[in-house]
């Protein structure tokens, strides 16, 4: 597709970052160009850009003023971002296991309420659905997905949770998450995983990377628990399908 | 090997330095010190890294006691009464506990966090380059949390060296500073001047995380839910009840309110060390000041170490004898001697 992409919107946050805002909305395709400038950054250093912080439909830049400007980076980013999407060739594609529904999951049967439909159905959807990592965010590990099928889409909780379990799997609006750590969410809680995607002394101790592919699999409260020691042990849990 | 034995302490305490950079992309919070000026200044007084791991301490009191050998340490930042047993200690000077003594610090005064850096640093083992406590995810050593009393860190035993103060610039209390935006178009003319000529004050609640401002109600052009982006130190988010909130290093990598402007880097310090419920204000200013008060600020930091004086060293004391001269106090050449006794002030007790 020869489209031409129109430029993104460069927003200062403060003296040593710059916002680098594709769209305003959710929107898949601002996610695939901001992962696309993100990997740019990587491969193509630019003197001066210290981390890069991909977001659903910005790509925060930090920089070091000394090094470069405000003027002659935000010229750099505008030009790299211009340049056409390249088409992902290599993406790790994900299957992690979840226990829906009962004390690990203490939404979905609300959640299939509110559908008017059953919990079974409900769990279908969510395994069924090819989700990406838009972006990881808020607390360490906690990856926000794309790619929730239409018909799961629901407002937020009106009362979030002060405390929601570790490995949390759950849907939010348009979006699906894997929480990593203990800790407070609106959003609607359907199972639990073992995975952990951020593990201090295991390598890698980040597991998700922007950009990777998920799919879910359903397994009973056994299994889960099995999986759950051998997480706690440093391994892995995660099924790699492609890498 | 000698250790700095925590005898008391209050909240808000926790070992911190430089910060945790690179891991934002997966959620992970850089954390680090409040003030980065007082912690390179203590760190530097005690010939360590600027940004090397020191304790962080919060508004209240606090003891230490050195263990199997002396330790030398420094104090900056926020001002309090500090003596060695019953020996007042000056502000932004280096000194040795001897093994077994206690250094005792008041309330701080005037700012939120002092900053007492050991000699040699403080022994741990580092996650991303850094020792910083950010108990949220867990990490910080050699406690993953903030300190409680009866707590050690491992330290190098006292060098005997000379000790030292360091003359800082004087601290403006000039506006804070602010670059508008990201998300500044979420707000109308009328809001955006209400949020510059206001007084504000920094609320109780506040932590490391943020500081929550009270003042006037902001009002969103939109709503206050926005698609979650990046944060970075100093973005002033407004959530839905127009009370805006000032992150800091302890921040979530992402928020979802409208971030109507950021403080600049040379400011982030001075702001951290505003005291709940003091009056202060902000100011609006162009890329190019806030860049060019960012460069002034790392060269700052870059040249402490030529702001170090001897506190024994004859030719020192001369020139300590002009600044006090300068100051107005006129005072001996003997006076001279002992210029690191404080203001009558600081030697009152809380």
Request: charge should be negative; aromatic fraction near 6%; glycine fraction near 10%.
């Amino acid at each position: 597709m020869a489209a031409t992409l129109f430029p993104p919107r460069l927003l200062p946050s403060g003296d040593s970052a710059i916002t680098v805002e594709f769209s305003r909305n959710i929107d898949d395709a601002a996610n695939q160009r901001v992962l696309a400038l993100d990997a740019m950054l990587a491969h193509e250093a630019v003197a001066g850009v210290t981390e890069t912080v991909p977001t659903y439909r910005s790509l925060l830049v930090h920089y070091d003023p000394e090094q470069i400007d405000f003027e002659i980076l935000g010229e750099k980013l505008l030009a790299l971002a211009l340049l056409p999407v390249p088409p992902v060739t290599k993406t790790r594609r994900w299957r992690i296991p979840v226990v829906y529904g009962g004390e690990h999951g203490i939404d979905l049967e609300d959640v299939a309420k509110t559908l008017s439909t059953t919990p079974d159905d409900i769990v279908a959807r969510h395994v069924a659905g090819d989700y990406r990592v838009a972006m990881i965010g808020f607390t360490p590990g906690w990856s926000y997905l794309s790619g929730l099928e239409k018909s799961l889409h629901m407002p937020r909780r009106q009362n979030p949770r002060l405390l929601t379990p570790a490995g949390t799997i759950s849907i939010g609006g348009v979006q699906a998450g894997v929480q990593c750590l203990a800790g407070p969410s609106g959003w609607h809680l359907l199972g639990r995983t073992a995975v952990k995607t951020y593990q201090l002394h295991r390598d890698p101790t980040f597991l998700l990377e922007p950009g990777d592919r998920v799919t879910f699999s359903a397994v009973d409260a056994e299994t889960f628990a099995e999986q759950d020691r051998a997480a706690e042990a440093g391994e892995i849990v995660a099924e790699l399908i492609d890498a | 090997m000698s250790k700095l034995v925590i005898s008391a302490i209050g909240p808000a305490s926790s070992v911190q330095d430089g910060g945790r950079h690179g891991a934002q992309r997966y959620g992970l919070t850089p954390s680090g010190a409040m003030d980065r000026l007082a912690l390179a200044a203590a760190n530097t007084l005690v010939g360590n890294k600027p940004l090397a791991a020191a304790i962080e301490i919060g508004p209240f009191g606090a003891a230490f006691t050195a263990r199997a050998g002396a330790v030398r340490v420094a104090l900056s930042g926020a001002q309090r009464n500090a003596d060695i047993a019953g020996r007042a200690v000056a502000p932004d000077t280096s000194m040795t506990l001897a093994d077994g003594e206690t250094l005792t610090l008041g309330f701080a005064r005037g700012g939120s966090f002092s900053y007492l850096a050991i000699e040699g640093g403080i022994a741990g083992e580092p996650v991303f380059g850094s020792l910083a406590v950010n108990a949220r995810a867990g990490l910080g050593s050699p406690y993953p949390r903030p300190l409680q009393a009866g707590d050690e860190l491992q330290t190098a035993t006292a060098s005997g060296a000379v000790e030292r103060r360091i003359d800082l610039p004087a601290t403006a209390d000039a506006p804070i500073r602010v670059v508008m935006g990201p998300q500044d178009d979420e707000f109308d003319d009328v809001q955006k001047k209400l949020f510059l000529d206001s007084e504000w004050k920094i609320s109780a609640t506040s932590d490391r995380m943020g500081y929550r401002l009270e003042g006037p109600v902001i009002k969103h052009l939109h709503g206050h839910n926005i698609v979650s982006d990046g944060t970075v130190d100093g973005s002033i988010q407004v959530p839905g009840n127009g009370a805006p909130i000032v992150l800091m290093p302890d921040r979530g990598t992402s928020g979802g309110y409208p971030k109507i402007a950021t403080v600049i880097t040379a400011d982030l310090g001075r702001f951290a060390q505003t005291p709940a419920g003091k009056v202060f204000r902000f100011k609006a200013v162009g890329m190019a000041e806030a860049q060019n008060e960012g460069r002034k600020f790392a060269d700052l930091l870059r040249t402490l170490p030529d702001r170090l004086r001897s506190i024994e060293s004859f030719d020192l004391n001369i020139e300590a004898l002009h600044d006090a001269n300068l100051a107005g106090s006129a005072v001996s050449a003997v006076d001279a001697g002992t210029w690191q006794i404080p203001a009558a002030d600081a030697l009152a007790r809380d």
